[in-house]
């Protein structure tokens, strides 16, 4: 395997700054690089070599011309495909947008490019982003490339297998209810949802408007931090984006790679944990908060007594909110149009577009939304979501008066097989447990890789309050700083 | 299937209803703001072209739908 791909972000910019490598030496690595492994891992609907090439001989025109490079110029990305790109196909996943290419940039696809930053193509998803394991892709599973046979987390699986895999050092996820943490965690590598606002969600495909919020995948801290500096920021084409200062995680980052937490309350959460966790997600849980006590941190435990209605509340809302945005894809401006044979009315060919369209999990939570939202159950369920999801919002205020961040497993379990889950949605639900919370309340929250168990990666959770983020960079890199890298046990994929 | 998945799923989310909140006020936005204006200047739309490029149907450069009427209407 060339070195080139293993390399982190962070270093890979630095070689191409001082000329070591050429931008498009590191993209012809990792485009080699997806050659060789994504048959096995799937982790890609679309690559751009093309595009790839051209972006990265462009940085290197740059350099040439004597330009001083941004910081993360000529390092490669792989792009979840719920995030829209000019010209290039994006399908979040669905068949409903098979073939469509957009004739518009997302305000973080355009930041990216302005960075420098190479794409290398879209990666695959749970469609719409609704999962957590990727196999609800309307394509193909996408494989953990820790174990083949088993998922990579979802609904960001292509992004995190992409980054796992060495197939790119940076990706793009999007977080509505944990799809960033929890594939983060269960393919062993760093994954951070921003406060929600923190990053435009200007052309990022709608699943749950008042939750949806994207954020950057990297195998350490500090790429994590580089590339959420890259995306964040105040953007006038999204009414919820915070006109506030980017927070200082690419500083913090640093600042906690020197290994030192003395003087930082850590608050573990009594309702995260226990009767339903499997027993090596608890065990690494133990280790991880023995290490940041070792860090110099202090360790205390915070009741959040109204986090066990988190998956209740979400599982209103988040369908609520889906079963108004789907509505747009109508057969009438792009996408799929079935059944427009003369005699079908418009009215019939939205039904027989939508029933073509979208898949199962989909349709589940469409029906699900229509019925929360309509007149007689308004109140029982989804008015009563939004006031469970206050109390949420309370008691991680309180929790937060004695503790500066909080701590959890990711995921109560480590990746499971595919096809294990399928027919069972609630089964399904509960690898969220852990990361809705932080997903209702807004509040940013990173995964950062703490052990093995039976072989495969488990995740620590760290949530900070609201605008807080560079507090869980902080934390993850003096984690980081203090624990033998996790995908250096990674098997070799290529045969 | 569904019908089956479908009852497990809303009796699951049934739990809200457990908690006591008659008195608390509903979030619908993690970060609450109101009246959120950018300024009013006018900034080229997208190419004609390109939006329709992307339709299903297009019909003298508008996107061409199925009937919305009955033939009695």
Known sequence: ?495 | MFAGQLDVILGAVARVGEVAAADVPPTSHAVAMTNVYRPDEVRPSLPRAAVLAEAPSVEDEKFRVPRILSEEA
């Open chain 1, 1 to 495: 395997m060339s070195d080139l791909i293993r390399l982190s972000a962070a270093d890979t910019a630095a070689a191409i700054a001082r000329g070591e490598a050429s931008a498009v030496e590191v993209a012809q690595a990792h485009l080699d690089r997806i050659s060789a492994v994504d048959g096995q891992v799937r982790a890609f609907l679309h690559v751009d070599a093309e595009g790839a090439i051209a972006a990265a001989q462009a940085v290197d025109a740059r350099r040439a011309a004597g330009e001083t490079l941004l910081p993360l110029a000529g390092v490669p990305l792989a792009m979840k495909d719920v995030v829209v790109t000019e010209g290039l196909p994006t399908t979040a996943g669905s068949k409903i947008l098979e073939g469509w290419r957009p004739p518009y940039d997302a305000t973080i696809t355009r930041r990216i490019k302005d960075a420098g930053i190479v794409i290398l193509g879209k990666t695959n998803m749970d469609e719409f982003a609704m999962g957590s394991s990727t196999e609800n892709s309307a394509y193909h599973p996408t494989h953990n490339p820790w174990d083949l046979t088993r998922i990579p987390g979802g609904s960001s699986g292509g992004s995190s297998a992409a980054v796992a895999a060495y197939e790119a050092p940076l990706s793009i996820g999007t977080d509505t209810g944990g799809s960033i943490r929890q594939p983060a965690a269960v393919t062993g590598i760093v994954g951070h949802k921003p406060t929600y606002g923190a990053v435009s969600r200007y052309g990022l495909i709608a699943f749950s408007s008042s939750l949806d919020q994207a954020g950057p995948f990297g195998r350490t801290v500090l790429d994590a931090a580089l590339l959420h500096e890259v995306i964040a920021g105040h953007d006038r084409c999204d009414s919820t984006s915070l006109d506030l200062p980017v927070a200082p995680v690419v500083a913090a980052a640093r600042e906690g790679a020197t290994g030192d937490l003395r003087g930082v309350r850590i608050g573990v959460v009594r309702e995260l944990g226990g009767e339903g966790y499997q027993a090596g997600v608890l065990q690494s849980f133990a280790a991880a908060l023995d290490t940041l006590r070792g860090l110099g941190a202090e360790i205390v435990e915070v009741s959040c007594p109204h986090f066990e209605y988190a998956l209740a509340a979400y599982y209103l809302i988040a369908p609520s909110e889906c079963s108004s945005n789907l509505a747009r894809f109508d057969s009438v401006r792009y996408g799929l149009r079935v059944g427009d044979d003369g005699a079908n009315s418009l009215e019939d060919v939205m039904s027989l577009t939508r029933e073509a369209g979208f898949g199962p999990e989909v349709k589940r939570r469409i029906i699900i939304g229509t019925y929360a939202l309509s007149s007689g159950y308004y109140d029982a369920y989804y008015g009563q979501a939004q006031k469970v999801r206050t109390l949420i919002a309370r008691d991680f205020a309180a929790a937060f008066e004695q503790a500066d961040v909080l701590v959890s497993p990711t995921s109560p379990f480590v990746a499971f097989g595919i096809g294990e889950r399928v027919d069972d949605p609630m089964a399904m639900y509960i690898n969220d447990l852990c990361t809705l919370p932080a997903s209702l309340a807004g509040t940013p929250a990173i995964s950062v890789p703490c052990g093995l168990s039976e072989g495969l990666p488990v995740g620590l959770q760290i949530m900070a309050p609201t605008l807080a983020d560079e507090r869980c960079y902080r934390v993850g890199a003096a984690f980081e700083s203090a624990v033998a890298p996790v995908l250096a046990s990674i098997p070799e994929l290529t045969r």
